[in-house]
């Protein structure tokens, strides 16, 4: 089993940067296409930003965020700049065996156990 463990959440003010980190445990992180979900209290767990061997970033976050894995470290990053209020949430990393880079929550089989992010003046 493939557990992911995110960090690098914390409380900052509009237009602040925070880098995302998510770390796999195991030898299969090569293999997983991995993605960055977020919640909002009361909210749907929503599509951000996903790599496999291309990338792809929610309209809502394109041009502000970037998606960057190292294998060699079993890590994927979310580079997080000119951040929003509306960007507050808790982060999720998910890991999607054999994905091809999917945007649906349902597709991935793995999760991390999230990390806060807070945007607020």
């Known amino acids: 089993q493939v557990q992911l463990v995110e960090s690098g959440g914390g409380l900052v003010q509009p237009g602040d940067s925070l880098r995302l980190s998510c770390t796999a445990s195991?030898?299969?992180?090569?293999?997983?296409?991995m993605g960055w979900f977020r919640q909002a209290p009361g909210k749907e767990r929503d599509f951000v930003a996903v790599i496999n061997g291309g990338i792809t970033y929610a309209d809502s976050v394109k041009g502000r965020f970037t998606i960057s894995r190292d294998n060699g470290k079993n890590t994927v990053f979310l580079q997080m700049n000119s951040l929003k209020p509306e960007d507050t949430a808790v982060y999720y990393c998910?890991?999607?065996?054999?994905?091809?880079?999917?945007?649906?929550?349902?597709?991935?089989?793995?999760w991390g156990q999230g990390t806060q992010v807070t945007v607020s003046s």
């Open positions: 195991g030898r299969t992180f090569s293999s997983l296409a």
């Open positions: 998910a890991g999607d065996i054999g994905g091809w880079g999917a945007k649906t929550r349902t597709e991935y089989e793995y």
